[in-house]
């Protein structure tokens, strides 16, 4: 199955083409990567995709998105936005919250703890699964604002996950942070699609090399190709591809 499908989804913001009839199939449990230069269109794309887009004034969506099957667009927004998990490039811990209940708070307000314990439970291994837990179990009720830049990214994963959500998009969640971080980050996404299906938003062909396991090249709001990771990085159709891989875009 797949997990999301785009089918000649066109945005207009202020009635200039963002996105031109955008099409492609995202597997369910892998990471499909959107790779592609700065304003090529990859944060509109995740946008559409969870319908933040409905926020931002004079948007335009034509075209169809499906998530597991069920049409984005004639679905409840909320519904829709509650099953997907979303991480941002800049972290954005919540500053008055703990460590665990930064983690903690979805899960509680959608009630998917029942009790102390079960919650414990999931903070404990959704702080696992975005690879912070060693860091973090000794001082779970300190503020974030103790934590690293790359720490506080991986405590926004861990919020992300802990409402078990069934999509994850991650808009360029490495971007401002170290490579030690980015390792544990994508090491982390590695280990989590047997759990989750994943977006990954980045302008990084090294890496969309390390994650993916299947790529869409963005580029001025078309996919140019989109298929197989190995397929895409070893012999990509287009000569733009190409030039975007060897990094002289
Ligand atoms: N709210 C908006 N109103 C009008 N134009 C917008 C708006 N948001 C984005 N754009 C334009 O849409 C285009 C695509 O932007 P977008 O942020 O999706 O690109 P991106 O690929 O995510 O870039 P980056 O790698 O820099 O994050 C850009 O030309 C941008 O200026
Ligand atoms: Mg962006």
């Known amino acids: 199955m797949n997990a999301v499908e785009a089918e000649c989804l066109t945005v207009h913001l202020r009635g200039r083409k963002i996105l031109d009839c955008v099409s492609f199939n995202a597997p369910s449990n892998s990471v499909f990567t959107i790779m592609g230069p700065s304003g090529s269109g990859k944060s ?63 899960a509680r307000l959608n009630g998917i ?15 696992r699964k975005a690879m912070l837990w060693d860091e973090v179990k000794d001082r779970l009720h300190d503020p974030p604002s103790k934590l690293s830049g790359g720490q506080k990214q991986r ?14 998009l991650l808009d360029e969640p490495t971007a401002n942070i170290d490579p030690s971080n980015t390792r544990r980050i994508e090491e982390s996404l590695r280990s989590l699609k047997e759990e989750v299906s994943i977006i990954l938003v980045t302008h990084s062909p090294s890496q969309a090399a390390r994650v993916s396991d299947y790529i869409a090249f963005l580029y001025m709001g078309r996919v140019v190709e989109w298929g197989s ?12 591809t190409e030039r975007f891989l060897k990094g002289e875009m």
């Open 155 to 168: 405590l926004c994963l861990a919020r992300a996950l802990a409402v078990k959500p069934k999509l994850l």
């Open 44 to 106: 509109t794309l995740l946008r559409a995709i969870n319908r933040l887009i409905d926020l931002v004034p004079y948007a335009r969506v034509e075209g169809k998105v499906r998530i597991f099957g069920e049409d984005v667009y004639s679905s409840d927004p909320y519904v829709i936005r509650r099953s997907i998990g979303m991480v941002f490039q800049e972290p954005n811990p919540f500053p008055h919250l703990s460590i665990y209940d930064n983690v903690a708070i979805g």
């Open 113 to 127: 703890a029942r009790s102390r314990e079960e919650l414990d439970k999931i903070v404990e291994w959704a702080l």
């Open 229 to 240: 990771a190995s397929k895409m990085l070893e012999s990509p159709e287009n000569s733009l």
